[in-house]
């Protein structure tokens, strides 16, 4: 072996932390390229999403989680929180998010460090996120030494994802806790979901971007075709699926202006992530209260066994 060569260094990293904490910007920030959906809205992640991040020395497979206050509310929360779990479980770091612009108690509240109980003995590190918005850095100061005197962090990383600040530092920093191995993945693959799943999110990233108050909450989204073409443009019929006839009718709107919006916006986005052009075709659904539904939860992917 080269010696001036570092150790070829793999392994898994959850990252966790309340609803919009910045989780999913910070992923798609470390790959270079948008993988998982984003929105100012709370609660946008539901399901795990892995982003694979490799380079000549590591590869750190990330576990974006749904951000999540530990008491749930509806099955569908219930169902969100296993999928922390399961991050937690396949682990070897977890990497916890706080917004450094939030008072402490919104950032990490207490109950949440509860639940940080459950990593066990596997290393925890804290990344003080969105330092962009501190104008004045010295105002970082008291809240490293806060986050500091948290005995179960390991290190304190403060970062900006939009700001690209101290992305390589978490890199070093998460690697330390990564046993010597060689990758998992091939080192040009990106993530383990498909094509179908990444669809399905852009859409329901539309919804998020584009309505208010319960709908986005509401919507979940299911492919029903998806034809990749070798000649001509792809084929996608999705079928978005709200709670609700009235949400149905909103999301629709007059003569079906809204949907018909919602499906050109949604279309670009696909087109960029496919680099392929698409033809959209999209219906929707009432599903009465499938959020509180065993079945419908599971017919969707969700693991709504407890
Ligand atoms: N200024 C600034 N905004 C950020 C940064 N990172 C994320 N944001 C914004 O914070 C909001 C939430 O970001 P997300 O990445 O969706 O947060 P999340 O933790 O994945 O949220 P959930 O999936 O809902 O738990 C979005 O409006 C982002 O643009 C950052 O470094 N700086
Ligand atoms: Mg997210």
Redesign the pocket.
Known sequence: MDAAKPEFKAGYCAIV??????????M??LLGTKL??????????RKQVLGIFSSDSEQIIFL?????MPRPTTLLHKAMLAEVSKSFADADVVLV?AEANQPFERALPKEWKDYLKVAGNKPIVLAL?????IKNKKDLLPLLQHYGEQPEFKEIVP?????RYNLKELVTTLRKYLPGSQPFYDTDQLSDKNNRFFVGELIRETVFHKFRDEIPYSTEVEIREFKERTKGKWFVNAEIIVERDSQKSILIGKSGTALKTLGERARKEIERFLEQPVYLELHVRTKKDWRNSKPALKELGYNASS
């Open positions: 932390g309340v609803p919009n904490a910045g989780k999913s910007t910070l798609n920030a998982s959906i984003v929105s100012r809205k709370p609660q946008t992640t974006d989680t749904p951000g999540i998010l996120s969105k330092t962009d918005l970062l900006s994802s939009t700001k």
